[in-house]
């Protein structure tokens, strides 16, 4: 059975950092594409990162430059690094295999002074 569980989320401040975790059971990370969305309150599901089985990473402009993507093969882990965090940031972020639908309870991350 496929389960991701995400943690790490937080309240931080606008500038602040946090890290996320992904981790998984049921399939191994590094075989399939992953990806990062997030939904923030009254809005749709946006993408924010996604990676390639051979590691590549992609992000959105809206992003780029402040978040990092990354896995531990070891753990089965999917990662995302979030640095200069703006408010507009704040939202519930997921993890999901390839492009499928969240379904798990994804981690709350709210940025505000």
């Known amino acids: 059975e496929v389960q991701l569980v995400e943690s790490g989320g937080g309240l931080v401040q606008p500038g602040g950092s946090l890290r996320l975790s992904c981790a998984a059971s049921?399939?191994?990370?590094?075989?399939?594409?992953m990806r990062w969305v997030r939904q923030a309150p009254g809005k749709g599901l946006e993408w924010v990162s996604s990676m390639s089985s051979s590691g590549t990473s992609f992000y959105p402009d809206s992003v780029k430059g402040r978040f990092t993507i990354s896995r531990d093969n070891v753990k089965n882990t999917l990662y995302l690094q979030m640095n200069s965090l703006k408010p507009e940031d704040t939202a519930v972020y997921y993890c999901?295999?390839?492009?499928?639908?969240?379904r798990s309870q994804g981690t709350q991350v709210t940025v505000s002074s």
């Open positions: 049921g399939f191994t990370v590094s075989s399939f594409s």
């Open positions: 999901t295999k390839g492009f499928a639908e969240p």
